[in-house]
């Protein structure tokens, strides 16, 4: 479902939303909260992190608000924002960055900011260059059984993937 307004555009109102659930984030254990929101189907789906006393079972904000998108029905994001951090803004843990990189293209919009408006704009490719995705497993899936294809979503993905990787390590 396009949206009337670029995904770019949109930052502002997402990084409203992620301060918003970045208040109602569950960190009680570090006391770093963070909000993130994603843009899916022209919808905003927003999430704070969750920890828990069984410390390696706390989820980020990223990854919660993805998940709420896809458990939604949305396989695409089209934008991203992040609240968080004090003086620096808190850019996306590595393993968000990849979460993120399942679902949207390299020049996906994603700007990630302190709650006092120090804000960092950049891409989802550019904070995870030369990345793991779905196109690598489809092109070995389809190596070894002659499978042409795979999971919803996935062929975009593998497109993308290979246009990135002839210009990049390959190169
Ligand atoms: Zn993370």
Redesign the pocket.
């Known amino acids: 479902m396009p949206s009337p307004k670029s995904p770019r555009s949109l930052l502002p109102a997402l990084l409203r939303a992620a301060a918003r659930a970045r208040k109602r984030a569950y960190a009680p254990y570090s006391g770093f909260q963070v909000g993130a929101a994603v843009l899916a189907d022209g919808r905003v789906y927003a999430a704070g992190n969750v920890e828990n006393s069984a410390y390696p079972l706390s989820i980020?904000a990223?990854?919660n608000a993805v998940a709420m998108a896809i458990a939604a029905g949305a396989r695409r994001i089209d934008a991203a924002a992040i609240v968080g951090g004090a003086k620096r803004p808190a850019a996306?843990?590595g393993?968000?960055r990849q979460v993120l990189a399942e679902f949207s293209a390299p020049d996906t919009p994603l700007v990630y900011a302190t709650p006092h408006g120090h804000s960092v704009t950049t891409t989802v490719g550019a904070l995870l260059p030369s990345s793991f995705g779905p196109g690598d497993l489809m092109e070995a899936a389809a190596e070894s059984t002659g499978r042409k294809t795979g999971p919803p979503g996935m062929a975009r993905s593998a497109a993308r993937v290979r246009g990135t990787r002839s210009s990049g390590r390959r190169g």
């Open positions: 980020c990223e990854r996306p843990c393993g968000c």
